[in-house]
């Protein structure tokens, strides 16, 4: 007997019954039948499928078992980039679609899929409307939103990818720790991908991120440290959390610091083990007088995939409670500590009657390290960090200081003994005196991104490391003339068994004033091109008669031939970058 069932349809107010009839029906025609509208044989196109990146879409795969997937997002007419990449069955599974990114905003996109269908190859074309990107409006802004403008593109670099990683700086802040700390950090960012034409192809909506209403510190500060994983997937974190999403917009995690933590920012740095290391603060520090205070940018922690803390770097303890050298601290430039910025700063104080906070001083509680990246060396199971205030140093799993790559003034006789003796190309030992060194060799000065870098293996006693020298307080003085500083990207051979210094490598000081980023910036070692990638972040800081802008180059350090070089201007004179980094398209291949 076949098998009904009783749909019950209140009909009483439109056909005047006074009660209420059963239809027997097959049990399959209960499900309404719908028509879908689509554009090629495979199903309806959801843009921005999860809701924070608006030029991405997904094309339901509607039921289908489709393989050797190509998608190509077209380039605009006259030249624009296309942006290409395959999807394996396991991105085509993860979206039960595919998935598309890439779109231009404001535009109707041009999309080519490829594809089999039960063995006959297919190729369809999709045009998919990106909406304009929204940004935040607020006081002292000049435009929209960053203009990338292209200097130069060697034909080979055509297809490039750059992220950036830009902030606004907030006009309210009313956000503080009772006990210091650095909650007060609670500017948005501004995160895009531009192809080599300047073209936005990729956006994260900060907005469905952050308060706006500034009233859950859990949900504020600027988003910071992004890092590519291997499968494409983003790591980053925000203040007091750190997240992992998918290019597509789709949250892998994102979880609130460990109880204890606070205030991540600078460095989300992925290990080969799949954990994390976090530039945190801690809150409530015990001080060994009985005074309690959140501390400043001084602890490192490492994170398991669950979420677990496995280790601690505090590096109060490590450096001896509160012994530090101040000298390079009162020669730093007070209008600009990293995104501190204040033109009308004068002088920076050292005193242990100031108050705790994030303010640039020496002590517990304050902002005397300002650790802003961290480099894991696998071969001793090491890290490897850059403290603006004080210099690189590398400290092992047994939290002690294996050597300091700074000028040797101002360190204790114990760390004095750690720092590293530079020599020339011949293992000779190279003259300083006074933080200033005979020939071409220098020290890096409130520097930034200290990685090993990638150009070497990095596997016996002799590392390499790449670092962004910002410059400022270079020689442990101010120069006469701004016009006089300068930054650069720098290469350096580590010796470690005989704790030696060799600087096979610089770029930017030729440049002068014109490179010079007084904050932030990065370089990284790109193998796939063979080039080092730069952001000289904040260009222009100190010429308020001039558009702040990022300056963003690729390099050949063989022969010092600029392949890529584009300028990134910045919509607001308060608005400044922190890195910028390369994006590989080839994020579906997992």
Request: net charge negative.
């Amino acid at each position: 007997m076949k098998k009904t069932s009783f749909i019950c349809v209140a009909l009483a107010c439109a056909l005047g019954f006074g009660g209420a009839f059963l239809a027997p029906v097959p049990a399959n025609a209960a499900v309404l039948a719908h028509q879908v509208k689509t554009q090629g044989e495979l199903g309806t196109v959801f843009i921005n499928p999860y809701d924070v990146a608006p030029l991405t879409a997904v094309i339901d795969r509607a039921g289908k078992d489709i393989t050797d997937i190509h998608v190509r997002v077209l380039g605009k007419p006259n030249g624009g980039i296309d942006i290409s990449y395959d999807v394996s069955p396991h991105a085509l599974l993860t979206h039960d679609g595919v998935p598309v990114w890439g779109l231009y905003p404001d535009y109707l996109n041009e999309v080519e899929v490829s594809y089999k269908f039960e063995g006959v190859a297919k190729k369809e074309i999709y045009k998919i409307y990106a909406q304009p990107i929204v940004t935040v409006s607020r006081d002292f802004r000049f435009s929209h939103m960053q203009r990338a403008v292209p200097k130069k593109v060697d034909p080979s670099f055509k297809n490039r990818l750059y992220l950036i990683n830009n902030t606004i700086t907030g006009i309210h802040k009313p956000l503080d720790w009772r006990r210091g700390g650095a909650a007060s950090w609670n500017d948005y960012t501004e995160n895009f991908v531009v192809d080599t034409q300047g073209e936005v192809r990729w956006y994260l909506d900060y907005q469905k991120f952050y308060d706006r209403h500034e009233i859950d510190v859990r949900n504020g500060g600027m988003m910071m440290g992004f890092h590519q994983l291997g499968n494409g997937d983003l790591s980053f974190g925000m203040a007091q959390r750190y997240m992992r999403y998918d290019m597509m917009g789709k949250e892998v995690y994102n979880r609130v610091l460990p109880r204890g933590y606070i205030d991540l920012s600078h460095e989300v740095m992925p290990m080969p083990s799949g954990d994390l290391l976090l530039r945190v603060g801690k809150y409530d520090y015990h001080h060994a007088d009985g005074r309690v205070s959140h501390t400043i940018r001084d602890h490192i922690i490492e994170v398991d995939s669950t979420g677990k803390v496995v280790e601690e770097w505090d590096l109060n303890e490590i450096f001896g409670k509160n012994v530090y050298r101040a000298n390079l601290i009162k020669a730093l430039d007070a209008r600009a500590v990293c995104l501190n910025i204040d033109m009308n700063a004068k002088e920076i104080k050292i005193s242990d009657d100031l108050p705790f906070g994030d303010i640039t001083s020496t002590g517990t509680g304050r902002n005397w390290a300002h650790v802003n990246s961290i480099s894991y060396d696998a071969s001793d199971d090491s890290i490897i960090l850059s403290l603006r205030h004080q210099g690189i140093v590398k400290i092992g799993r047994d939290k002690k200081v294996k050597w300091i790559l700074a000028s040797p003034e101002g360190w204790s006789e114990e760390f004095k003994a750690k720092v590293l003796v530079p020599v020339d190309k011949n293992g000779k030992k190279i003259k300083c005196e006074n933080s200033k060194c005979e020939g071409d060799f220098d020290w890096s000065w409130t520097q930034h991104t200290a990685w090993l870098t990638a150009r070497y293996d990095n596997k016996g006693s002799v590392k390499h490391l790449s670092v962004f020298d910002n410059g400022d307080g270079r020689g442990m003085e101010q120069p006469a003339l701004k016009e006089d500083k300068y930054s650069r990207a720098v290469e350096y051979k580590i010796d470690e068994k005989k704790g030696t210094v060799e600087q096979t490598w610089e770029f930017g000081k030729e440049r002068g004033f014109e490179f010079y980023s007084a904050v932030t910036s990065n370089v990284e070692w790109q193998k796939d091109k063979g080039t080092y990638f730069i952001s000289s972040s904040n260009v222009n800081l100190l010429r308020p008669d001039k558009t702040i802008k990022m300056v963003l180059v690729e390099i050949d350090p063989k022969s010092n031939e600029i392949k890529f070089e584009m300028d990134v201007e910045s919509a607001s004179r308060d608005d400044v970058a922190y890195r910028a980094l390369v994006i590989d398209p080839n994020i579906f291949s997992y």
